[in-house]
């Protein structure tokens, strides 16, 4: 059964400070990583998408890395904003329909 | 187009009441997926479709039924709401097994 983890719980960091969100998972064999954003009361958008034959993908001030080996992804955010403050989900697909397993998330606040 | 849409936004049920929650897409996608979320959690697969007519179960399937008739719909039934079945359910969609899924805005439900 897969299982995917997200260390810290929550984060708190000035503005402008480049950060890192971690997730791993249990199971190599993961079709793709999907890095997503949920504000307070909303639903989820995908932020990037991570082919299990790629290595990284970036969008804007977003990048993220993919390491089925050793069961690792990266979200790494530039130059944080206040607006980026909300809780980010990895998600790893496995299964003929690429069903999502999801980490609890990592509570993001970006202090002005 | 709208997207993925959900209803009700919000619903407070009794333990032993039935509903159905509904979700509806107009992207044409093939797959379609529900998931829930209990506070601080992620999310948890509940039951998800390939097409219509084809639907099975993910990780929670206990206490709730789908049915898939048309590409466009997939609503979610619950027979006898119990409290354990209170949490916030995320109906999702996707054109295929490559792409990333898109989330509608969810459904609050509280059973006492």
């Known amino acids: 059964k897969q299982e995917v983890t997200q260390i810290p719980a929550a984060l708190s960091v000035p503005e402008g400070e480049n950060l890192v969100l971690n997730c791993s998972f249990t199971d190599s064999a993961i079709y793709n990583l999907q890095w997503f954003r949920q504000d307070p009361g909303k639903g989820l958008t995908s932020l990037l998408l991570?082919?299990?034959?790629?290595r990284e993908q970036t969008s804007g001030r977003l990048n993220a890395s993919l390491d089925k080996s050793s069961g690792r992804s990266t979200l790494y955010i530039a130059a944080s904003q206040p607006g980026d403050s909300a809780t980010y989900l990895c998600?790893?697909?496995?299964?003929?329909?690429?069903?999502?397993?999801f980490g609890s998330g990592t509570q993001l606040t970006v202090l002005p | 187009n709208a997207g993925v849409t959900q209803t009700p936004k919000f619903r407070i049920l009794k333990i032993g009441q039935s509903m159905t929650l509904q979700c509806a897409q107009d992207?044409?996608?093939?797959?379609m997926y529900w998931y829930r979320q209990d506070p601080g959690m992620g999310l948890k697969l509940i039951y998800y479709?390939?097409?219509?007519?084809?639907?099975d179960k993910g990780e929670v399937p206990n206490g709730y039924n789908v049915s898939r008739s048309t590409t466009e719909d997939f609503p979610l039934r619950l027979e006898l709401a119990a409290p354990s079945q209170t949490s916030v359910y995320f109906c999702?969609?996707?054109?295929?097994?490559?792409?990333?899924?898109?989330f509608g805005p969810g459904t609050r439900l509280l059973v006492l």
């Open positions: 999702a969609s996707t054109v295929n097994r490559v792409e990333t899924q898109y």
């Open positions: 479709s390939v097409g219509a007519g084809i639907t």
């Open positions: 992207m044409n996608h093939n797959y």
């Open positions: 991570i082919q299990s034959s790629q």
């Open positions: 998600a790893g697909a496995l299964g003929s329909a690429r069903q999502l397993t």
